[in-house]
């Protein structure tokens, strides 16, 4: 059953997919995390398997940057591969004063500069929030693999290169950080009755300019991923 931007047939993902937002984060995690990995989907680089954790079936696919591209992923996983749950893992830059360097966020709810959420035809925003199911296992994985994690509402941007400077408005109202694909799963999850969850990692600080080495992103990484992969493991 393949759609114009996935090559993969019907009963090739599995039931749970992990979503980094780049196809060579994704490649990695499948050479290095899951066994048995075959290559799904390729199609306009955005690489896609599924393989084994533990035994359990679980795909690894990749997001690309942004909510249209987030949206359009997680949309015909949801829809036309019969996919229940999206786990995002991918970075974030922090808002609160409260976070740090390679500090671990389960987004609870994403705030929106975003018109997303337009095409539903609502008089208001909804809310894009979390899946508790995938939250509490989450919760539970990282406390087994002794990570500290926070839990709040993050800002999910169209805009990478922001000249409003809102942050510091957006740090009085509790956000713990900004990313960019965060709403367009959780709106995408909600709208087909399915389960999403992003996790991010403080890879830099915008309002500090303090980011992380490349090889400081890459241990982060890892954490995130045991993290997803429990999460999914217990699914």
């Not at 048995?36 to 795909?59: C, D, F, H, W």
């Not at 019969?82 to 500090?103: C, F, M, Y």
């Not at 002794?146 to 990478?160: R, S, Y």
């Amino acid at each position: 059953m393949p759609t114009p931007h996935n090559s993969a047939n019907t009963g090739d993902f599995a039931k749970t997919v992990l979503m980094p937002g780049d196809p060579l984060r994704a490649k990695y995690i499948a050479e290095n995390f899951i066994d048995n990995a075959k290559l799904i989907n390729e199609v306009r680089g955005m690489y896609a398997y599924t393989g084994q954790y533990k035994g359990k079936p679980v795909s690894i696919m990749a997001s690309g940057m942004g909510m249209p591209s987030m949206g359009i992923y997680s949309y015909e996983l949801f829809k036309f591969y019969n996919v229940e749950n999206i786990i995002r893992i991918g970075t974030a830059g922090a808002v609160s004063e409260k976070l740090h360097l390679r500090d671990i966020v389960l987004v609870l709810a994403s705030c929106t500069n975003s018109s997303y959420a337009d095409q539903f035809g609502l008089p208001c925003s909804p809310v894009a929030a979390a899946s508790y199911e995938l939250l509490k296992k989450a919760d539970i994985a990282a406390e087994s693999l002794g990570k500290n994690i926070h839990a709040g509402t993050v800002l999910c941007t169209d805009t990478f290169y922001d000249e409003s400077n809102t942050l510091a408005d957006w740090r009085k109202m509790g956000v713990l950080a900004t990313e960019m694909e965060s709403a367009a799963l959780y709106y995408n999850a909600a709208r087909h009755g399915k389960n999403a969850l992003c996790i991010c990692t403080i890879s830099d600080c915008p309002l500090t300019g303090e980011e992380c080495t490349p090889k400081e992103r890459q241990s982060t990484f890892d954490d995130m991923v045991k993290i997803a992969l429990e999460t999914s493991y217990h699914l």
